[in-house]
């Protein structure tokens, strides 16, 4: 059974910086693509970032770009998401999951396993 735990998450003042972390459980995470998901209450989950199994090849969404960096590394099974220039929209409760598909993908349907997420304030 895979685990995935995040931490990193608290309230932080519009224009900070958050750092997210993520631990997985097994031995094959480098066999796996890693995502970053977001969601507010009331809301569908909608996708953040996602990094391929070596670490290669990022997505973004758009609102996010030039902001957030994810990485990952493999050895310690820890995936990251570096938040800077946080902004009040940004609040969300944040998720890592991981992707059963090669591809980097951005829908929800492509990820089999997910963090309990941790929550992300940011007070304008």
């Known amino acids: 059974q895979v685990q995935l735990v995040e931490s990193g998450g608290g309230l932080v003042q519009a224009g900070g910086s958050l750092r997210l972390s993520c631990a997985a459980s097994?031995?094959?995470?480098?066999?796996?693509?890693m995502g970053w998901f977001r969601q507010t209450p009331g809301k569908e989950r909608v996708f953040v970032a996602a990094?391929?199994?070596?670490?290669?090849?990022?997505r973004y969404e758009d609102s996010v770009k030039g902001r957030f960096t994810i990485a990952r590394d493999n050895a310690k099974n820890l995936v990251f998401l570096q938040m800077n220039s946080l902004r009040p929209e940004d609040t969300a409760v944040y998720s890592c999951?991981?992707?059963?598909?090669?591809?980097?993908?951005?829908?929800?349907?492509?990820?089999?396993?997910w963090g309990q997420g941790t929550q992300v304030t940011v007070s304008s």
């Open positions: 097994g031995r094959t995470f480098s066999d796996y693509v």
């Open positions: 990094i391929s199994r070596s670490g290669g090849t990022t």
């Open positions: 999951a991981r992707s059963r598909s090669g591809p980097v993908r951005t829908d929800v349907a492509a990820y089999d396993y």
